[in-house]
């Protein structure tokens, strides 16, 4: 068998090398940074291109396209992967149909699957978490163990580093879907999995930006009555309807429902004097009425005089006052803990557990809500700075070399599982079940062979042999297909 040590330069001595295989990435240079760098340090890189899109922020000898079915592509993948004896398989968003059919092939191969987002820890913190979020994340359920393995962790510096103009997020993410959009005859059998058009959604934002720039002095002026005043107040956290963490993990298909939910229950169970804040999210693109829709549906729950719609305003300072937050699983929630304000999630949060959210009913919760353990609060915070984020950010220059250093540093050291913030099977997994949620690739009948990690000393239950897919061939190179 081949030596798959790396070479003098590389961080630390005896690691392995990995076989690594990307999917979709973020609409942005990073993960070809991320390859690029992983490469350099020895390291063998595919990426498959999937769309116009992917091809556009990554194109080169390095790269392969698919052109099947979605139908065909998990048998497809599994094959590429068996053939260069991948390792690792990294994409942006784990519940993309095109992903989840990938990880079903990975588990079945032993392959060390990785998922990286924006960060629970916002901004300019970079999520990478094996396997995947929420539902699928492998983080401890239980604070007890969070405390014991945040020890010794020290508290993350939260000062944001990295910037950029929301120019060149807009003109990116643009880029990448109005292209598959406009040239989908390069990609023609690749189905996107958005829920609007993209030409229809960046329309929408043209009068929505328009709204939001209109409502931003009521919107502070709200905000200074709210925490200068004596009035109980609880804020109801809208997410995007196009939002996977709402899609692919929770009951909720439309965050419509969610509204309705939440005012009837403040309607019938909060303090007569209590008022329902519902707070609109940021990047909201106004295919929504949210506005008119919750004062109708506050009107027909009665409860039309005590729920406040705002666009904008300052969270922070919201959060500081409020007697409470009801999320479905939005990142508002760990936002909320960290301010000290009790929580309610309806879906599944990876903060979500006994002793920091609220555990018992949502009517129970207006007026003897579980009020968060600061202790906890922040040994969460610590430990998932420590084990599942990386300093980063997907646009500017700087961040993106800090992102992709501290990535390849977090691959080769074994993901969580150094500070054994790593739990298997996903522990919020039976939740996901009891909530009718699918739960491919877990819900296979036969275990995934043991993972394999390029760390010496980081195999879980491993054989004592190394596995056949760390076996390298170099004479074998892909045939190249993109563009």
């Keep these: 068998m081949a030596d798959h040590s790396l070479g003098p330069d590389a961080m630390g001595m005896g690691l392995m090398a990995m076989r690594v295989m990307f999917l979709q990435g973020h609409p942005s240079a990073f993960a070809r940074d991320l390859g690029r760098a992983l490469a350099a340090r020895g390291h063998a890189v595919r990426r498959v291109n999937l769309c116009f899109g992917d091809w556009l922020f990554w194109h080169g000898p ?7 079915s979605l139908a065909d592509w998990e048998g497809w993948i599994e094959a590429r992967m068996r053939a260069q004896g991948t390792t690792h398989l990294i994409y942006f968003a784990d519940r993309h149909p095109y992903h989840v059919a990938a990880q079903r092939a990975a588990r079945r191969l032993g392959v060390v699957c990785v998922s990286h987002e924006f960060g629970y820890l916002r901004p300019d913190w970079i999520l990478v978490e094996e396997g995947g979020q929420s539902a699928f994340s492998h983080f401890p359920d239980d604070l007890s163990v969070v405390c014991q393995k945040a020890a010794g962790f020290p508290e993350p510096d939260m000062t944001r580093r990295f910037r950029h103009p929301f120019w060149q997020e807009a003109v990116q993410e643009m880029a990448y879907h109005l292209g598959n959009a406009v040239l989908w005859p390069l990609y023609p059998r690749f189905r996107p999995d958005r829920v609007d058009h993209p030409l229809v959604e960046y329309l929408s934002y043209l009068p929505r930006h328009l709204a939001a720039a209109r409502a931003a002095g009521p919107a502070r002026r709200l905000v200074a009555r709210l925490t200068g005043g004596a009035r109980p107040f609880h804020i109801l956290a809208l997410q995007m309807a196009g939002d996977y963490q709402l899609r692919a993990n ?9 509204l309705q939910q939440v005012i009837r229950s403040h309607a019938a169970h909060a303090a007569p004097d209590a008022a329902l804040v519902v707070k609109l999210h940021p990047m909201e693109n106004g295919r929504v009425p949210w506005a008119r829709l919750t004062r109708q549906v506050a009107a027909a729950e009665g409860h039309g005089d005590r729920v406040l719609f705002l666009d904008g305003g300052d969270l922070a300072a919201l959060l500081s006052r409020a007697a409470g937050c009801v999320v ?39 007026q003897r809500p579980e ?14 700075a420590a084990a599942l984020h990386v ?36 522990p919020r997994l039976a939740r996901a079940r009891d909530m009718g949620l699918p739960i491919a690739p877990w819900d296979e009948g036969p275990a995934a062979r043991p993972l394999l990690h390029p760390a010496a000393g980081l195999q879980s239950n491993c054989s004592a042999s190394p596995s056949p897919l760390f076996r390298h061939d170099n004479k074998k190179r892909a045939e190249r297909t993109d563009v």
């Design 328 to 366: 479905i699983n939005s990142t508002v929630g760990l936002h909320a803990l960290q301010a000290g304000c009790p929580v309610k999630c309806l879906g599944i949060a990876t903060y979500d557990m006994p002793g920091l959210t609220h555990q018992g009913s949502l009517d129970a919760f207006w």
């Design 371 to 384: 009020r968060p353990d600061p202790a906890g609060v922040s040994a969460l915070v610590r430990l998932m």
């Design 250 to 258: 929770s009951a909720f298909g439309d965050p419509r429902a969610f």
């Design 391 to 426: 300093r980063g950010d997907f646009f500017s220059p700087e961040g993106r070399r800090a992102g992709v250093a501290a990535f390849t540093a977090l691959l080769e050291a074994g993901l969580a599982r150094p500070a054994g913030a790593f739990v298997t099977p996903p």
């Design 62 to 68: 390095d790269c392969e396209s698919y052109r099947g």
